[in-house]
């Protein structure tokens, strides 16, 4: 089984930093993809940041020049490091994988619990 496992919310003021970390455990074959979304209590989960085996990365709009993605891919591992926080950045952070189980397997997305960021005025 495959389980994801997040690290490093909190309630932090305007203008600081958190890091968020999450590692995949369990019966994995390849990772294409990770990243972190978030979500508002009735909204949609929207997308922060995503970092692809290609190499690519994507960022949302809203927290570019401010956020970073990293991944260790020996640990399957992907953290947010997010600074100049705002009051706006208060949401649910989930993170997500895109993998698969072995090799003739199709990939597939897993989530994890999710973690509280809140920051304060």
């Known amino acids: 089984q495959v389980q994801l496992v997040e690290s490093g919310g909190g309630l932090v003021q305007a203008g600081g930093s958190l890091r968020l970390s999450c590692a995949a455990s369990g019966s994995i074959f390849s990772i294409n993809a990770m990243g972190w979304y978030r979500q508002a209590p009735g909204n949609e989960r929207e997308l922060v940041a995503r970092?692809?085996?290609?190499?690519?990365?994507n960022y949302a709009d809203s927290v570019k020049g401010r956020f970073t993605i990293s991944r260790d891919n020996a640990k399957n591992t992907v953290y947010l490091q997010m600074d100049s926080l705002k009051p706006e950045d208060t949401f649910v952070y989930y993170c997500y994988a895109e993998l698969r189980e072995a090799a003739y397997r199709s990939y597939y997305v897993y989530w994890g619990q999710g973690t509280q960021v809140t920051v304060s005025s």
């Open positions: 970092i692809v085996n290609s190499g690519t990365i």
